[in-house]
């Protein structure tokens, strides 16, 4: 977490609650007490996009780096490119390992479900 703003008299932050759910426009110009020092400041909005580049080499021809969701119950497991963030269901051979590494076969949960409500005999 960090601060929104920096209050300029005691150097302070804190979040600014007046943009919350409206949106303040750029360049105008709002007014904010600091609940530190209780002075009176004003501030601008400017909203710069942030990127953050990361290779995606299976976007340029190398194979996909799929990898299982932790999606739960594992039946809805789907294999979920790290890179580019493209998914299909897994092959025969993957729900396997799946089911091997999660410690459940699909179908688990409901089966755990009716036992649970199961009365002992
Ligand atoms: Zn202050
Ligand atoms: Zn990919």
């Not at 999606?71 to 809805?76: G, N």
């Not at 949960?109 to 199961?118: E, L, P, S, Y």
């Amino acid at each position: 977490m960090y601060d929104d703003i920096e209050c300029p008299y005691c150097g302070k932050g804190f979040d600014i609650d007046t943009c919350d759910g409206f949106g303040c426009t750029e360049d105008e110009v709002y007014e904010q007490e600091c609940p530190h020092c209780e002075k009176n400041f004003i501030f601008t909005v400017s909203w710069s996009p942030f990127y953050t580049a990361e290779k995606a080499d299976c976007l340029n021809g190398a194979p996909h780096t799929y990898k299982p969701s932790h999606t739960y119950p594992v039946d809805f497991v789907k294999m979920v490119c790290s890179q580019c963030d493209d998914h299909r269901d897994p092959t025969p051979a993957e729900w396997e390992q799946i089911e091997k590494d999660r410690g459940e076969k699909r179908g688990d949960w409901a089966r755990d479900g009716n036992q649970r409500h199961k009365v002992k005999e």
